[in-house]
T-cell receptor
């Protein structure tokens, strides 16, 4: 069974640009969540999607957005990038909310 | 004060030692997760528990819902156990479940 796949693995962008990150969940999983990890703040919740509906959103500015497609694949977009957006972005998929979460390897975004 | 507190922040042990990592939380929860993160970023889910105790190989996780406390134990530690261990809780308020909230992590280094 294939794991959670995140693409790309690494990205370098300049301030002001926008970026789209992709997450393909484990087959059969309908729940996808996104997290940001930085050395200073640790892991923080961004969004949670279930069957194409956003169920929860973390305390991030509107520049951060996401969506989920009918095949459960999810994307997150960050517009007008700032230096502080440099982080490891992780997605996790699960069958339901209170089931085990499986994490992808993450996308490491560097904003210069 | 963080809603999820882990201790210790850093832990160095000799191979073979028994290790305990603690997690305390201040919110109502529906489940608690223990995660392992190796250098490079990938996160592996070790346990998800809502009561009692779970064991997998040399790892044991316990939770005391009344005291809002969980422990992760590693028996006969090995250098390959060196990683960051993260406690995360899914908050539950009046039956309405929210997102995962993470502790800052415990960095474990096991010396041969």
């Amino acid at each position: 069974k294939a794991g959670v796949t995140q693409t790309p693995r690494y990205l370098i962008k300049t301030r002001g640009q926008q970026v789209t990150l992709s997450c393909s969940p484990i087959s059969g999983h309908r729940s996808v969540s996104w997290y940001q990890q930085t050395p200073g703040q640790g892991l923080q919740f961004l969004f949670e999607y279930f069957s194409e509906t956003q169920r929860n959103k973390g305390n991030f500015p509107g520049r951060f957005s996401g969506r989920q497609f009918s095949n459960s694949r999810s994307e997150m977009n960050v517009s007008t990038l700032e230096l502080g957006d440099s982080a490891l972005y992780l997605c996790a998929s699960s069958f339901g909310r209170n089931t085990e979460a499986f994490f992808g390897q993450g996308t490491r975004l560097t904003v210069v | 004060k963080n809603e999820v507190e882990q201790s210790p922040q850093n832990l160095t042990a000799q191979e073979g030692e028994f290790i305990t990592i603690n997690c305390s939380y201040s919110v109502g929860i529906s489940a608690l997760h223990w995660l392992q993160q190796h250098p490079g970023g990938g996160i592996v889910s070790l346990f998800m528990l809502s009561s009692g105790k779970k064991k997998h190989g040399r790892l044991i996780a316990t939770i005391n819902i009344q005291e809002k406390h969980s422990s992760l134990h590693i028996t006969a530690s090995h250098p390959r156990d060196s990683a960051v261990y993260i406690c995360a809780v899914r908050w539950d308020y009046g039956g309405s479940q929210g997102n995962l909230i993470f502790g800052k992590g415990t960095k474990l280094s096991v010396k041969p």
